[in-house]
């Protein structure tokens, strides 16, 4: 019961830190995407691509985010990460040309939140076998809970006190994620945090001599017999320095000491080795990356816009407001409610995304239609559903794809190159409308991309299928019976 306990806890606090970080800094951006673009007096194409970038970089530094977690634990990685949100989102408020909006939103805003939203995301597929889509759901509706809150109070900050005040006040709610964050990962624990320490302790020399021997398998020749039969006396036979005398074993100590930042350099190039080959050893994360290539062209040029589009067709702030905020419920509900279907074996991962990705292609392409603010309502409605459907699945799939341990470098790595075609996603949308006048073909655009998406999942299914029907045998990887739910060691 106390274990169920601190599990609940954790996703709640994880909840919140999410909620309080990528939850306010981009639908906060996307509503004052037009008091942007006035006052630097840009198109729509360069100020969404401020935003898109913010995106982007939310799955670019994916590594990044695996290698602080790894190095440093969960606690202070989500510190690291959640400061640097906040700060970066205050900071926006003050910019008075348009390159400074590149840094303190896209980099600083960005790289926080990919920093503290990848970390949880590690937390949940490598602590959370049984409840991993529950625990993805809860996590991922934290981005659905933030479009439906925060776009109605900059809608009241900013009548009340302007828009870059409004700025940052959100950006002073979101610092309290700091807190949140050292309340709940009291430790910096993560079961598989790789050893840095200068000295090897007694408890851990298996281990570190283990790791150092993947590490230099091809730079070093292995020990001799007599070398460590003359490591395991106890000072019986002390090795010699290079002029024949004794060494010493503070003098061996001092070498060790001196030695080491280089092995903490070259320790981290195992890391990437080790995530890029996982391409090759499991080609089915190779086309689950390349779908979510086309997924975040297609989902940052419509969220970057939307508010922007209902407003140019005559709509007021609030009513954007609440579309966007419909926008959030809807996708809320999709985050919290899409492992129902999984848990009682209604439909498989697979079906589920690939189903929801088209529902979705529809939606955008009705929304760029729509003229009266009802109709926004339920195509807005729609849309965030079925987008709340199929987000919580990217990482439960890659989990089925790959092995436990492997899963914070597999997925850190498959989610890079989606960050860098989101990149393109706002600016092709706002470059679309900056030519045609009208955000319809924007939007089609945008439901482009999911179409292919669509149409390169069902053809790998069935290739898939085709394969498993002359090897005789239909899963990628048959999961152990030991992998159960790890303990919650965090709190």
């Not at 709610?173 to 700091?178: A, D, M, P, T």
């Not at 007021?316 to 959030?328: C, K, L, N, P």
Request: proline letters at 4%.
């Amino acid at each position: 019961m106390g274990e169920k306990f601190r599990k609940v806890c954790v996703l709640a606090g994880m909840h919140i830190i999410a909620l309080l970080s990528i939850g306010c800094a981009l639908p906060c951006f996307s509503f004052f995407l037009i008091q942007f673009k006035e006052q630097f007096q840009v198109g729509s194409g360069l100020i969404g691509t401020a935003n898109s970038l913010c995106i982007g970089f939310t799955n670019i530094i994916a590594p990044v985010a695996t290698i602080m977690n790894r190095r440093y634990g969960y606690r202070l990685t989500i510190l690291a990460g959640a400061t640097s949100c906040s700060v970066g989102l205050i900071l926006s408020s003050y910019v008075t040309e348009v390159w400074q909006i590149f840094f303190t939103h896209s980099l600083l805003t960005g790289g926080g939140v990919c920093i503290t939203f990848q970390t949880m995301v590690f937390f949940v597929g490598m602590n959370l076998k049984k409840s991993n889509n529950i625990g993805n759901g809860v996590l991922f509706s934290a981005l659905g809970l933030g479009m439906l809150v925060i776009p109605l109070l900059c809608s009241l900050f900013d009548y009340w006190f302007g828009w870059k005040a409004a700025i940052r006040i959100i950006g002073a709610i979101s610092l309290h994620s700091v807190v949140i964050s050292v309340l709940i990962f009291r430790r910096s624990f993560n079961p598989y945090m790789e050893q840095f320490d200068a000295l090897p302790q007694k408890d851990d020399d298996e281990d570190k001599e283990k790791y150092d021997d993947e590490e230099n398998d091809d730079a070093r020749t292995p020990m001799s017999m007599a070398t460590v039969a003359d490591d395991d006396t106890n000072g019986e036979a002390s090795p010699c320095d290079e002029n024949g005398k004794p060494e010493n074993n503070d003098d061996k100590k001092e070498k060790e000491v001196a030695k080491q930042p280089s092995k903490k350099f070259r320790c981290l190039l195992p890391m990437f080795r080790s995530s890029l080959l996982v391409f090759k050893d499991y080609p089915n994360l190779l086309v689950l990356s390349v779908s979510l290539c086309f997924i975040c062209v297609g989902s940052s040029g419509f969220i970057v816009h939307m508010i922007a589009s209902v407003k140019y067709r005559g709509v007021t702030d609030f009513e954007s407001a609440v579309i966007f905020g419909v926008f959030g419920v809807g996708n809320l509900l999709g985050r919290l409610t899409n492992a129902i279907p999984l848990y009682f074996k209604l439909i498989s991962e697979t079906n589920l995304f690939i189903l929801s990705l088209f529902v979705v292609s529809i939606c955008m392409s009705l929304f760029g239609l729509c003229q009266t603010f009802p109709a926004m309502l339920f195509v807005a409605s729609m849309t965030g559903l079925f987008c709340g459907m199929y987000v919580p699945q990217i990482p439960s799939i890659a989990r089925l794809i790959v092995p436990k341990e492997k899963f914070d470098h597999a997925y850190g790595i498959c989610i890079v190159p989606s960050g860098v075609t989101a990149i393109f996603g706002g600016y092709i949308a706002g470059a679309i409308y900056d030519s045609s006048g009208t955000y319809t073909l924007s939007f089609f655009f945008a439901a482009g991309n999911y179409i292919i998406v669509v149409a390169m999942l069902i053809v790998s299914k069935l290739v898939t299928r085709w394969k498993s029907k002359s090897t005789g045998s239909r899963r990628l990887r048959v999961p152990t019976n030991d992998e159960e739910d790890a303990p919650v060691t965090a709190v």
